[in-house]
């Protein structure tokens, strides 16, 4: 997604009124409230993530506009901004440790599952370092073309690992939180000043503009995170969005997840779902022992530490966060950190690996 230029092309909005959007938002909403009738956690994600998964599958025409997906990650934005403060800053300096911890988890991440996916699942060298990073889809898939890499096994192996991942961790959140819903209070959204709104989308777009140009990973997020955060530290705009609009949030990630499967088939995500499995349960094991590490720097939830070692789905993981109310702004920042460091680290893998089979 070249988040640069989603806001500024016609054909975008254009998207949001075709057969295929509509035919998402149709099949989503009744899905959404059967799993919220069933008590489902995360009822508004998992419901049209399922929903359109099978559709998708199925032959059927889906299709998620980055509009409507850009607009919710700046929602999210706005959400997480509401954390950002002075003492946010002054606990960074405490966020270091848990940082080195991620890369150390990213590394032994690659090395552990790339032997894995070649050793039992076929996988060629180069596709099996770019599958078994815990995350960063997209810019690994621009990677992995440039070097001639197979796309569809890495692709399917993020989308599989996705899957669980969001399906998996609302359960077990819900088992050991003790909030399961997001936070109700009296705060009067209508006597805010919706001016600040206003400024905020406007400076959010801004540094989206910016951050996408000097290639921030994940610009949409981090962009709008490092506006709202910059607007209210200095008084300039603050504003707080109602709960009930994380539920939209839901809904398109859950639905877009979803969509990612319309171009594969039944047969090639049968055969990639086993290793995949199998791959993801080792990704999730290691991110916990990494969350476990990661309490010995941090006074921090057990629950957000798994959230911030989740092996993929920034911005899923993110509404998780905001929805259970389990730190925001420290699993954002630790999942933004991951992107940056999986960008880092598997090209440096790859010219070693280079390197050792010219020297042999």
Same mark, same amino acid.
């Given at each position: 997604?070249? #988040?640069?230029? %989603?806001? !500024?092309?016609?054909?975008?909005?254009?998207?949001?009124?075709?057969?295929? !959007?509509?035919?998402?938002?149709?099949?989503?909403?009744?899905?959404?409230?059967?799993?919220?009738?069933?008590?489902?956690?995360?009822?508004?994600?998992?419901?049209?993530?399922?929903?359109?998964?099978?559709?998708?599958?199925?032959?059927?025409?889906?299709?998620?506009?980055?509009?409507?997906?850009?607009?919710?990650?700046?929602?999210?934005?706005?959400?997480?901004?509401?954390?950002? #403060?002075?003492?946010?800053?002054?606990?960074?300096?405490?966020?270091?440790?848990?940082?080195?911890?991620?890369?150390?988890?990213?590394?032994?991440?690659?090395?552990?599952?790339?032997?894995?996916?070649?050793?039992?699942?076929?996988?060629?060298?180069?596709?099996?370092?770019?599958?078994?990073?815990?995350?960063?889809?997209?810019?690994?898939?621009?990677?992995?073309?440039?070097?001639?890499? #197979?796309?569809?096994?890495?692709?399917?192996?993020?989308?599989?690992?996705?899957?669980?991942?969001?399906?998996?961790?609302?359960?077990?959140?819900?088992?050991?939180?003790?909030?399961?819903?997001?936070?109700?209070?009296?705060?009067?959204?209508?006597?805010?000043?919706? !001016?600040?709104?206003?400024?905020?989308?406007?400076?959010?777009?801004?540094?989206?503009?910016?951050? #996408?140009?000097?290639?921030?990973?994940?610009?949409?997020?981090?962009?709008?995170?490092?506006?709202?955060?910059?607007?209210?530290?200095?008084?300039?705009?603050?504003?707080?969005?109602?709960?009930?609009?994380?539920?939209?949030?839901?809904?398109?990630?859950?639905?877009?997840?979803?969509?990612?499967?319309?171009?594969?088939?039944?047969?090639?995500?049968?055969?990639?779902?086993?290793?995949?499995?199998?791959?993801?349960?080792?990704?999730?094991?290691?991110?916990?022992?990494?969350?476990?590490?990661?309490?010995?720097?941090?006074?921090?939830?057990?629950?957000?530490?798994?959230?911030? !070692?989740?092996?993929?789905?920034?911005?899923?993981?993110? %509404?998780?966060?905001?929805?259970?109310?389990?730190?925001?702004?420290?699993?954002?920042?630790?999942?933004?950190?991951?992107?940056?460091?999986?960008?880092?680290?598997?090209?440096?893998?790859?010219?070693?690996?280079?390197?050792?089979?010219?020297?042999?």
């Amino acid at each position: 997604m070249n #988040d640069s230029k %989603v806001f !500024f092309n016609l054909i975008n909005y254009k998207q949001l009124f075709t057969k295929k !959007f509509i035919l998402v938002i149709l099949i989503s909403i009744p899905s959404a409230i059967v799993a919220d009738y069933f008590n489902i956690p995360l009822a508004w994600m998992l419901g049209p993530m399922i929903i359109t998964s099978i559709g998708a599958l199925s032959g059927l025409k889906l299709k998620m506009p980055k509009l409507a997906l850009s607009s919710i990650l700046i929602i999210l934005g706005l959400h997480i901004g509401n954390y950002i #403060d002075q003492n946010l800053f002054n606990q960074m300096i405490n966020w270091i440790w848990t940082s080195v911890v991620m890369l150390i988890y990213i590394v032994v991440c690659i090395l552990i599952v790339s032997k894995y996916l070649q050793k039992y699942a076929s996988y060629g060298e180069k596709a099996s370092i770019f599958s078994a990073a815990p995350g960063a889809l997209g810019p690994l898939m621009i990677l992995a073309e440039n070097e001639k890499t #197979d796309l569809s096994q890495v692709a399917t192996s993020h989308l599989i690992r996705l899957i669980i991942i969001i399906t998996v961790i609302p359960f077990l959140i819900v088992n050991n939180a003790i909030t399961e819903t997001l936070i109700v209070d009296d705060f009067d959204y209508i006597a805010q000043n919706h !001016f600040n709104l206003i400024k905020l989308i406007i400076a959010s777009i801004i540094f989206i503009l910016v951050f #996408d140009k000097i290639r921030v990973p994940a610009a949409l997020l981090s962009g709008t995170l490092f506006a709202s955060g910059l607007l209210q530290m200095t008084d300039v705009a603050s504003y707080k969005l109602p709960d009930a609009s994380i539920n939209f949030c839901l809904l398109i990630l859950g639905a877009s997840v979803g969509c990612r499967f319309a171009e594969k088939t039944i047969k090639e995500i049968a055969n990639n779902s086993l290793h995949s499995l199998v791959a993801t349960t080792i990704l999730v094991l290691l991110g916990f022992i990494a969350a476990y590490v990661a309490t010995f720097f941090v006074d921090t939830n057990i629950l957000t530490l798994i959230l911030s !070692f989740s092996p993929g789905g920034i911005y899923e993981v993110a %509404v998780i966060a905001i929805a259970f109310d389990l730190e925001p702004d420290f699993v954002a920042f630790h999942h933004i950190i991951r992107l940056l460091f999986i960008l880092f680290t598997v090209p440096v893998i790859l010219k070693v690996l280079s390197k050792f089979k010219k020297l042999s």
